[in-house]
């Protein structure tokens, strides 16, 4: 762990300059609003180690993907995130002197993010080499109400310097991306243009022909009285903007304010780009910093009010909570079905920043139960509207009628990764695909989502998986071979029991799915099963691997092998490992992990937390205390689920324990690898580790259930959750827990497996 910041319940605080922790804190202080993201770097000119990042929703760059290693049914591109260009840069110069934080002395340094309502803020004291002090404000925030829309109050106040202060407020196409195979430039400049009042730079990528045009005004104010000055244009090739400045005596004050626009060709007609965003970032300063601000946090208000979870007496945990949730909730908002969710989100380009199986198995669970149902609709229609290419991803591999195999990774559906140990083994990821409908359906009731879009995309699943199997002539049984599971530190691997397991359940969920839809829309399923050359013939076939597939055990130790051979490694608990070769990933070689006992994260736990209803708890237990140990918790969705299982069988400090862990994940960098970005998708893992964890909570036969539980150190803990058109809050103390039907119709639901009817704007309490 390498713990530098201050806990607080609704900030994160860095008091003083870790210059060794810069990369970190960008990725720590990120902002973002479901539109842009932006990593936190300084506006001011940093000559330190840096890694610069802005990104735009939707707009990647097909990147001509390295052959070394070349495999038939390789993507001839990969597709990455894009570094756009800089809207957050203010040079200040004091006479010639150009502050630069890597070189002047900092002092009294402080770092706020503010996640009540998304802001975060900059305070300093600079001296130059020539003696000259100032102290330094700085706020920025991504408007949540104008997703395209950003803004800086930038303040300097002199405390010895008498001279002229001056800002260069830009914006810097002059980027690039940190990783790229060729060391590309992703962007050509196509115009700078400086007008009076505005300032504009329009971009193109130099493959996919996106557009990105910003724009950018400002006002410049001197001990709270604005000041009309004279600007110097800036019109370089790739750098537009103003210089603006004035003199000042020892205690004066001056601010510059910079109002940005930043729009695209996703949502915009490319030849409007200029017009629209100079005329958006004109409107935003006429509106003023104070009503902006306070449009952008009351969209935070409503959104902390559907879903922040309170914890009482533990600081540590109730910060991790809300900074997972404020991230989950900057990141993506659902209002457009094209985007998704990397997992990294806008915070670095590790991953690519595209979408994996992370959204599906750990996101979709958050966004039903905290925000409107179009939110988690929209994330299924993403893949929906892929299964065209999905189903031409799974031909370039040799299957055939309409297989679909879903990417690794992706920004539009077609495969971006080329490591065969994942583009053609990691195939469970269909099945979590299938899962995330199933879980849909069943938290949203919306049985109308199988027949327009859901069973299509089944079909294809259910396809693959008929095509994937092997029969074994010795064992009479369907195998899967030469896989990769969840656990990436085991490759090409048969009969992972995970990948069987999720194959059989998509083949079974798509047959049930199948005569749902015929029974209660029959027109529809004429419909899809011609589109689609749909067979019964199919289900026979089915049917035969649902009933005879082979799934490796060990009856002797009572639990399910991880895949076949599994115990034939030497097995070393995790305990054993030395504390200085962890992350093994960053200190053993590849050949040592594949032929280690050491999992990055349980496979079998994996899929005993998907469908825990068709196991009993005896049979958890043990899996869960065979494989636990065993696992070092290097993939940052593993301790969420662990956590949930630990709860589950009733192991309540190692359920906290954890939970602990995949809450200051990033906070407290575990795996000493946070400057590459957060794990937003595991954060809402985090947030499942309460709800699903210590809540207890589940859909059965359409009903809610809770079967809470409260770690000892906690006092008492509170969440909301919308289901069905309720919105409940939870609170759990240690006696009792109580019920608020906050919002709809009356309810029943159950508690420890008690019934209950909560009427509308009622609670009930009941005692644990």
């Not at 309502?117 to 925030?141: C, N």
């Not at 893949?383 to 195999?405: C, D, M, S, V």
């Not at 069943?442 to 396809?463: C, H, P």
Request: with cysteine; charged share 25%.
């Amino acid at each position: 762990m390498n713990k530098y910041l201050q806990t607080d319940p609704w900030c994160i605080i860095e008091e003083g300059f870790h210059v060794n922790k810069q990369l970190a804190s960008e990725s720590i202080f990120s902002l973002g609003n479901g539109h842009i993201g932006q990593r936190a770097n300084f506006e001011e000119y940093y000559s330190g180690e840096t890694m610069l990042g802005s990104y735009i929703a939707g707009i990647y760059y097909s990147e001509r993907a390295e052959r070394g290693n070349w495999k038939n049914g390789y993507s001839d591109t990969n597709d990455r995130i894009i570094n756009a260009p800089n809207w957050t840069g203010i040079s200040v110069r004091l006479n010639d002197d150009r502050l630069d934080l890597a070189e002047w002395d900092v002092q009294n340094f402080r770092r706020v993010l503010n996640m009540r309502e998304g802001f975060l803020e900059r305070t300093f004291e600079a001296i130059s080499f020539k003696g000259h002090r100032i102290q330094v404000s700085v706020k920025r925030f991504l408007s949540m109400a104008e997703t395209e829309v950003g803004a800086i109050s930038y303040s300097v106040k002199s405390l010895n310097y008498e001279g002229r202060i001056s800002f260069l407020p830009l914006i810097d196409g002059d980027v690039k991306n940190k990783y790229t195979n060729y060391d590309e430039q992703f962007w050509n400049v196509l115009q700078t243009k400086t007008q009076q009042d505005v300032s504009h730079l329009w971009a193109q990528t130099r493959r996919n022909d996106f557009h990105v045009c910003g724009a950018l005004t400002y006002v410049l104010y001197k001990n709270n009285e604005q000041l009309n000055v004279n600007p110097t244009k800036i019109e370089k090739e790739k750098v537009a903007g103003f210089s603006v400045g004035t003199d000042v005596r020892i205690g004066d004050t001056v601010c510059l304010n910079k109002y940005v626009a930043i729009i695209n060709s996703l949502n915009h007609p490319r030849e409007e780009l200029t017009e629209r965003a100079c005329t958006l970032a004109r409107a935003a300063k006429n509106k003023g910093w104070n009503q902006l601000f306070e449009e952008h946090s009351a969209v935070w208000a409503g959104k902390w009010l559907q879903s922040d979870i309170i914890i009482d007496s533990d600081i540590a945990a109730q910060q991790a909570i809300r900074y997972s949730i404020f991230q989950l909730n900057q990141t993506y908002n659902g209002n457009d079905a094209r985007l998704n969710i990397s997992p990294k989100g806008f915070t670095g380009e590790k991953f690519a920043g595209a979408t994996r199986w992370d959204t599906e198995a750990i996101c979709i669970p958050f966004y039903l139960c905290t925000s409107p149902q179009n939110v988690s609709k929209n994330l299924l229609l993403y893949r929906f509207r892929h299964l065209p290419k999905a189903i031409q991803n799974a031909e370039n591999l040799g299957f055939t009628n309409g297989a679909a195999l879903f990417p690794v990774s992706t920004f539009n559906g077609g495969e971006s990764h080329n490591e065969w140990e994942l583009t053609f083994e990691e195939v469970h990821r269909n099945g979590i695909i299938a899962y995330a409908i199933y879980n849909y359906v069943r938290y949203t009731g919306d049985q109308n989502y199988l027949a327009e879009y859901g069973l299509k995309v089944l079909i294809g699943i259910a396809r693959f998986w008929s095509q994937r199997v092997n029969i074994s002539n010795e064992k009479k049984k369907f195998m899967i071979l030469g896989v990769t599971g969840p656990n990436m530190y085991e490759n090409n691997v048969n009969n992972n029991w995970f990948t069987n397991y999720i194959a059989v359940w998509c083949l079974k969920y798509t047959i049930e799915s199948i005569e749902k839809v015929k029974k209660t829309n029959f027109r529809a399923f004429e419909e899809w099963s011609q589109s689609v050359q749909f067979s019964n013939d199919e289900i026979f076939l089915w049917k035969d691997i649902i009933e005879n597939m082979y799934f490796p055990e060990n009856k002797k130790l009572g639990i399910f092998l991880q895949q076949d051979g599994f115990l034939n490694k030497t097995l070393t608990p995790a305990s054993e490992i030395p504390e200085n070769q962890l992350p093994v990933n960053q200190h053993w070689t590849w050949d040592r992990i594949l032929r280690s006992s050491v999992i990055k994260q349980a496979d079998v736990v994996q899929g005993l937390y998907f469908f825990e209803e068709n196991f009993d708890k005896e049979t958890i237990r043990r899996n869960f205390d065979f494989y636990e140990p065993l696992t070092v918790h290097e993939s940052s969705l593993s301790p969420c689920t662990h956590s949930i299982v630990a709860s589950a069988v009733g192991d309540k400090q190692k359920a906290y324990d954890l939970y602990l862990r995949t809450a200051r994940l990033d906070l407290d960098d575990y795996n000493n690898e946070v400057a590459d970005g957060l794990h937003i998708t595991s954060m809402a893992g985090t947030w499942l580790a309460i709800v699903q964890g210590f809540g207890g909570m589940r859909v059965i036969k359409d009903k809610l259930h809770f079967h809470p539980q409260i770690p000892e150190k906690w006092n008492a803990f509170a969440f909301n959750i919308m289901f069905r058109g309720n919105q409940l809050n939870i609170r759990v103390e240690k006696n009792r827990t109580i019920i608020h039907n906050i919002k709809g119709a009356s309810i029943d639901l159950f508690v420890n497996d008690k019934q209950i009817h909560i009427a509308t704007e009622s609670q009930e309490e009941i005692l644990n």
